[in-house]
């Protein structure tokens, strides 16, 4: 069918190598038996895959299941089917999240691709996250008061616009908020800044009063722009109303003076009520979005491998966790294992940055799953540690049967109490005070010039993994062992290739189908033979972009 040097398609080698992939009886639970048959639901999840692998809108992957012959050939139809409308893709994506099918297109590819012998348990996994940003402007805290206000009166405009009309003065109103608000719309000055600040709340707080007002039609307050702008007003204003004058005071909240609540539950844009604002380390990274959490194969196979893992076959994503931004890497360790579990992956040996692991989890995976978690060795932050000088706890001898510990100059402790600590069970071991007062090593063993040593040490099975496996560990080549190849990871090509940094669409919900979708994608690229698969991209030319800012024909996206 393609002779001669013509690469065959992506579609085609798909059909041809894997067949059928999606049924409709996987998706039955999302779609009704009774009324006009629809399309069906398991083309529709395939046409996805293609989609995101090939980065194309909804408007335009319906084009090409109307015109691609290789598309049609992949999903089975004949050459004059005429497709669908492009809102079915958008009404497919949400039954597959209201009934909670996101994960089952990703099942049935990697159920696919096991039966050809590409991708089993045992061998090697890695895993690594990456930050993921909102398909939504980063507001500051100004902006975010004055677009929530926004927000709201825009959606009260459209669904009570007489009722809205008569509890406002649309005038006044419509100065603030007729635009969208821009840090370079507002004023510069510090102190205009705060008295605008102060505005919105006040106009906030006037709106809430008039929507929950008793005459005021009670599904008004349902409208979720509202309930957005409720949230928004309760995080960031305080208002104390005084008795008798009924004087109103608005304020707003400071993070010194009143509190600020915690950023995994602080709104960060009313248009998109999942994202957060994160921060990778103390001065580091920032983003507001949510955080991608990806898992491939690293296993070196073939003759041709090598002990990095080169080219002896392919790396295959196995898993993808979509998380709050503020949610930390080791927090996702252990729901990694129960979904690599529930698909029948779970690896041998699992690489893991720093991030990942603690010396409860190294345990914990060897016992519970039998993996032996491969991660870097956390540094010793003791004050002996950090100046490579005195005696550190690696010094001491551990008696767990007889509940002491033996110094190194030959000292027993006095002092043996469990304990928990930042949430872990740990272990407070106390030298007296009469031994390490006249020792000769003092100096070199503790700072206190009052009470004797002090040790923290974890229960006995944390305790062997932190004395014996970690710095097995941590000695190794890390990124050696990573398995670098001269190919591209996954990981790498699905950042780069398939754009997982930037979020297509607004909910989480909706952002965690397109992650699906297009990993899956990822995985049948790389299930090509082909080492360089080129990717068909959709491309703005400057002139044709100049002619639609010409034509008035950009949207406004707020």
């Keep these: 069918m393609y002779p001669g040097r013509r690469e065959v398609p992506l579609a085609v080698r798909v059909?041809?190598?894997?067949?059928?992939l999606f049924g409709?009886?996987?998706?039955?639970?999302?779609?009704?038996v009774r009324g006009r048959p629809g399309w069906s639901p398991g083309r529709l999840a395939l046409v996805t895959v293609f989609q995101m692998a090939e980065n194309l809108t909804d408007r335009q992957a319906a084009e090409q299941v109307r015109l691609r012959l290789d598309w049609k050939y992949a999903l089975g139809l004949g050459l004059g089917e005429p497709g669908f409308d492009a809102s079915v893709l958008c009404e497919f994506r949400a039954r597959v999240i209201e009934h909670g099918l996101e994960e089952k297109v990703l099942d049935l590819l990697l159920a696919a691709v096991r039966e050809k012998g590409l991708v089993m348990a045992g061998g090697r996994q890695r895993t690594d996250s990456t930050h993921v940003l909102a398909a939504v402007r980063d507001l500051n805290r100004l902006e975010l008061?004055?677009?929530s206000v926004r927000a709201a009166v825009e959606s009260l405009s459209t669904t009570a616009p007489e009722w809205l009309a008569a509890v406002i003065d649309v005038p006044g109103w419509s100065g603030r908020y007729g635009r969208r608000i821009d840090s370079w719309r507002l004023p510069s000055s510090a102190t205009r800044r705060a008295a605008l600040a102060v505005d919105y709340g006040r106009d906030a707080f006037a709106l809430l009063g008039a929507v929950h007002h008793p005459s005021a039609p009670p599904w008004l307050r349902e409208l979720e722009a509202v309930q957005v702008l409720r949230m928004v007003v309760l995080q960031n204003y305080t208002r104390t109303v005084t008795t008798g004058s009924g004087r109103e005071v608005v304020k707003r909240r400071e993070a010194d003076k009143d509190g600020l609540p915690p950023g995994r539950v602080r709104l960060t844009s009313p248009y998109d009520t999942d994202a957060r604002f994160s921060r990778k380390d103390h001065g580091g990274l920032g983003w507001m979005g949510c955080k991608l959490h990806i898992s491939e194969t690293c296993t070196p196979t073939g003759p041709s491998a090598g002990p990095e893992g080169g080219n002896g076959g392919p790396n295959l994503i196995t898993n993808v966790a979509t998380t709050d931004a503020t949610v930390t890497d080791v927090e996702m360790t252990e729901p990694v294992h129960q979904a690599l579990h529930r698909r029948g992956l779970l690896p041998g040996e699992h690489y893991l940055d720093s991030g990942y692991s603690s010396a409860e989890l190294v345990a914990g995976a060897r016992a519970a799953w039998g993996i032996t978690l491969i991660t870097p060795l956390r540094e010793n932050t003791s004050a002996q540690a950090r100046a490579r000088a005195?005696?550190?706890a690696e010094d001491f001898t551990i008696n767990y049967d007889q509940q002491h510990a033996l110094c190194p100059q030959g000292h027993t402790s006095r002092h043996w109490s469990a304990t928990r600590q930042r949430n872990t069970q740990a272990?407070?071991?106390?030298?007296a005070t009469d031994t390490c007062g006249p020792c000769p090593v003092r100096d070199h063993c503790t700072t206190s010039q009052r009470r004797g040593r002090q040790l923290t040490v974890r229960p006995r099975e944390v305790h062997e993994i932190l004395r014996t496996t970690l710095p097995l560990l941590g000695r190794r080549n890390h990124g050696t062992s990573f398995g670098a190849s001269h190919r591209r990871s996954e990981r790498e090509m699905a950042?780069?290739?398939?754009g997982w940094r930037k979020s297509t669409y607004s909910e989480e919900a909706s952002s965690c189908v397109y992650v699906a979708a297009a990993?899956?994608?990822a995985v049948l690229l790389r299930e090509s033979d082909e080492p360089d698969v080129v990717l068909v991209t959709t491309r703005r030319t400057l002139r044709a972009f100049i002619s639609r800012v010409k034509a008035g024909a950009l949207d406004d996206v707020s």
Excluded: H, K, W
């Design 427 to 431: 272990i407070v071991i106390q030298f």
């Design 519 to 521: 990993r899956d994608g």
């Design 145 to 147: 008061a004055g677009e």
């Design 495 to 498: 950042l780069s290739t398939l």
């Design 15 to 20: 059909r041809d190598q894997l067949g059928e």
């Design 24 to 32: 409709d009886v996987q998706f039955a639970v999302g779609f009704g």
């Design 390 to 392: 005195g005696y550190a």
